[in-house]
């Protein structure tokens, strides 16, 4: 299983940004898939959950109406389109595989965002 994140960056308060995962390793399309950040200092945190088609998705109530989660079944890739960010976004986004915190994970693309 590999995953590979990217697509972060350092904005500033409202600004917005497009974050990519390309999985390999496992059939994709069967699979759940999550986005989950860590701040400075604190725990692992869940973002964000799309089923394996597409048809649900799942946000916490900290990124609701802000971000929107997608993926394309033929590239084997997940995204995250992050709007209106704030300071309290910044943090090393992970996506992982499967619903939730358990599964395995990509090394991370780090947000910044600035006041």
């Known amino acids: 299983v590999q995953l590979v994140e990217s697509g972060g960056g350092m904005v500033q308060t409202g600004g917005s940004l497009r974050l990519s995962c390309v999985a390999s390793?496992?059939?994709?399309?069967?699979?759940?898939m999550t986005w989950a950040r860590q701040a400075p200092g604190k725990g692992f945190e869940w973002v964000s959950s799309?089923?394996?088609?597409?048809?649900?998705?799942l946000y916490a109530d900290s990124v609701k109406g802000r971000f929107a989660i997608s993926r394309d079944n033929v590239k084997n890739t997940v995204y995250l389109q992050m709007n209106s960010l704030k300071p309290d976004d910044t943090a090393l986004y992970y996506c992982v595989r499967g619903y939730g915190l358990a599964g395995p994970r990509g090394p991370g693309t780090q947000v910044t965002v600035s006041a």
């Open positions: 799309i089923h394996d088609d597409g048809d649900i998705v």
């Open positions: 390793g496992f059939t994709f399309r069967n699979y759940y």
